[in-house]
């Protein structure tokens, strides 16, 4: 079911169902789509309105990496994270303890998402895999940079941690002198 934003006739929740799904109909109810397609629709949708603002106009058949980069840069203007400049004090420091002029850009973990889910809905909407702008060399190099200044800036480490092996210790019995078992002789039904 399509839920759109309608300011001229809202509901209590502020929200109005979209006219083609108003009322059951006699076929079987289609299943809403989950989170991650109905994310990865409304990003398409937002890249192809992006395309068509573009000037000149772009096709999708003529969208290249640069296309891509220069997307992912004008959505920067609505990021929410504070990336600190290297002559901003708190430069390095993930807590800042007092606010500073520093720019808010998108988060590299968004984009990365981002450009999961595009380069996803670039091969549904008719896209060649080989020809995909979304997994180019040139993509995942700006991400890669990305992600490494914002956490120089933040004072964050991205360093992938090995998992610890997990040890197979066969159960103990219940210790004497731990707090939460019952003293030995009593039950604990009391």
């Known amino acids: 079911m399509d839920i759109i934003p309608s300011p001229a006739s809202p509901s209590s929740d502020g929200f109005t169902v979209s006219p083609n799904s108003a009322a059951p109909s006699s076929c079987s109810p289609t299943p809403s789509p989950s989170r991650y397609e109905a994310q990865k629709r409304r990003d398409w949708n937002t890249f192809s309105q992006y395309l068509k603002n573009h000037q000149p106009p772009l096709s999708l058949s003529r969208c290249s990496a640069a296309h891509v980069l ?6 920067d203007q609505f990021g929410k994270t504070k990336i600190h400049t290297p002559a901003c004090p708190f430069f390095g420091h993930p807590n800042p303890p ?3 002029p520093c720019p ?6 968004s984009l990365d998402a981002l450009i999961g889910r595009l380069r996803a809905a670039f091969e ?3 896209g060649k895999r080989e020809a995909n702008p979304f997994g180019a060399r040139a993509v995942r190099l700006y991400l890669r940079e990305i992600r490494e200044l914002q956490a120089k800036a933040r004072g964050i480490s991205y360093r992938k941690q090995r998992k610890k092996p997990q040890q197979t210790t066969s159960p103990t019995p219940s210790h004497p002198h731990n707090p ?3 003293p030995p002789g009593t039950s604990s039904a009391a």
């Open 98 to 100: 007092a606010p500073c």
């Open 70 to 75: 220069e997307f992912l840069r004008y959505l």
């Open 124 to 126: 549904e909407n008719g």
């Open 104 to 109: 808010l850009r998108q988060a590299w973990g």
């Open 180 to 182: 939460h078992s019952p």
